[in-house]
């Protein structure tokens, strides 16, 4: 039986609900906000963590500069081989007709340098383009320098690598296949290599047969790693992205208070003006005049308005401690209470030696804990077990669900982005699965926090997962906040 790990804290399930679709509007008020205004988008309908396919980010795109600047390293590199072979070792070859090879790549980054702004990112189709013209020209001067048995017909691999680490696997799969095209070509069709003129170079037809299958085979196995690497750096980042949107959104909303307490302020002259006059006018009107009325009126919701900012103002203030601090049980309410009433019965405990830990209000910590306790939620048949325990040095917190619990293969590497269970078991909810950017964006806040995150399945015969959250108990109390930029020194230890 495998798990899904991969819901992020969605709130209420909408359809269509963005990546890290809840977030609590100010601290102990749950209630719901869609992050579709968000520039990123990371996910598909029904998939709160899904991250849309072909997405093409601007910052992905290929930069101009990028290939001129490598073109003319090629260049550079031609012309350098060209004149040893020719003028420094003497050996014969088509001197004019490879220069002119060479001498059209040179043109080529002229216009572009002229046409286009350096800066300009291209599009795929773009890019891809050019890389063919790029392998076209280097199979041009192998077909006038000996084709596969010169020594640098293994630089055929270069434009699929460059494409292989920003492009498409479509189109990185074109430019393979003129690059295979091309190298089949040029094992049958070429000029003789380049040798001295006494002396006669030809290589077996075995071992011209060996360097064809060498170089198709490290070009796909080339392409294929580059890819993948380039994929993986592409998704962490997407990852850390959201992540730092979803904590900044927390911090946002958490200034609203501070805002409010502000406008309280300015709000409390004129509405103790408002109610002076509305009581001055009710001294000159008799109860039976119907104005007399509408002026209570007034002065009634005046009184409510002024209760209502004392609540803001006293918000802030330094005699409210419960605002600014909360005891850990609080804080497992708050993440707990909005998952009730979904059908899962959820128990939370809070024991330790000594007196309850109370910690700052953070963001982090409270958003983090939240996409736990509803991936528990997602996956648990009946219940969910949520409880604190804490002693003079450190606070813990464990969350443990009856479900299916972790897929064994994958156990080692929750907590990466993108860790996808294909197959595995579907969450009791029937929601779809997603890949794993919920339960990485609260490791990473968590860890942010100075938490140590451990998850694991429950010890046979129970079963579900199992998930532990610690703290150093002075780091709970007295630290806690996020206020640097979150992913500076990002731990890549996840």
Known sequence: MSRNILQPAAGPRQPGNPVCGWLPSTPGRHKYHSLASIPIQLQKNHMSDQPASHITLPHRRLKLDTLVRLRWLAVGGQTAALLVVHVGLGYPLPAGAAFAMVA???????????????????????????????????SGLLLLTGGLGNPFAFLLMAPVMVSATGLSVRHTFILGILATACATLLAVFHLPLPWPEDE????????????????VSTLG???????????????????????????????????????????????????????????????????????????????????RC?????QLTSLSSEQDRTYQRMPVSQLLEDVIDPHRGTGV???????????????????????????LVENAVDFAASCVDVSASW???TLSISIKDDGPGFSVDILGKIGDPYVSIRGGKAPQNGTGGGLGLGIFIAKTLLERTGAKLSLDNQAPPQTGAYIRVSWPRDVFEHDGRVDEPPFSHHNSSN
């Open 221 to 303: 196995f080339m392409a294929i790693y580059a890819f993948r690497v380039a994929e993986e750096a592409r998704q962490l980042a997407d990852a850390l992205a959201a992540t730092e949107l979803v904590l900044a959104r927390e911090q946002h909303l958490n200034a609203l208070d501070g805002l409010a307490t502000a406008a309280a302020h300015e709000l409390g002259t004129p509405l103790a003006t408002i109610y002076l006059v509305a009581k001055e006018l009710s001294d000159e009107f008799d109860d039976a005049d119907s104005r007399a009325e509408d002026v209570a009126l007034i002065r009634s919701q005046s009184e």
């Open 104 to 138: 059209l790549s040179a043109w080529l980054n002229i216009f572009l340098k002229i046409r286009w702004p350096s800066a300009m990112r291209l599009s795929d189709r773009a890019v891809t383009l050019q890389l063919a013209y790029d392998i076209l020209q280097m």
């Open 391 to 393: 002693d003079d040095k």
């Open 200 to 215: 006669v170079f030809r290589l077996p037809v075995v071992y011209s047969v060996g360097i064809w299958i060498a170089l």
């Open 345 to 371: 019965a959820i128990h939370c405990t809070s024991e330790g030696k000594g007196s309850e830990p109370v910690g700052t209000r953070n963001a982090a910590i409270r958003y983090g804990l939240a996409n």
């Open 306 to 310: 002024r209760g209502i900012l004392r």
